[in-house]
C-alpha cells in the first residue's frame, strides 16, 4: 500500500509540471528572436482567416527563422572547429 503515496505524488507534480511548461515551439521561436514575426503571422490569420493573405507575414517569418538557423549552425561549426583546435 506504501506505494500507492508516491505514485499519486509523482502524477500531481507531473500534471503541474504540465501546466508550468510552455510549448516547446513557442520556446523555439522566442529563443530564435522571430517572436514579433511569429505573432504578424498569428494576427493575420486571426483577421483574415486565410494563409494565402498572410503570405508577405508568413514570408518575412520565414525568412527570419532561416536567417536564426544559419547563425546557429555557423556558431555551432565555429564551436566544433574550437574544441578541435583544443585537442
Do not use: T
Not at 26 to 55: K, N, T, Y
Not at 71 to 86: I, Y
Request: aromatic share 4%; with cysteine; glycine share 4%.
Amino acid at each position: 500500500m506504501s506505494a500507492s503515496g508516491p505514485q499519486g505524488h509523482n502524477w500531481a507534480r507531473q500534471v503541474r509540471k504540465e501546466e508550468e511548461e510552455e510549448d516547446p515551439l513557442d520556446q523555439l521561436i522566442s529563443r530564435s528572436g522571430c517572436a514579433a514575426a511569429h505573432l504578424a503571422v498569428q494576427e493575420c490569420m486571426a483577421e483574415h482567416q486565410d494563409w494565402r493573405q498572410c503570405q508577405p507575414q508568413v514570408q518575412a517569418f520565414r525568412e527570419c527563422m532561416s536567417e536564426q538557423q544559419a547563425k546557429r549552425r555557423e556558431e555551432l561549426q565555429r564551436r566544433k572547429e574550437q574544441a578541435s583546435a583544443h585537442h
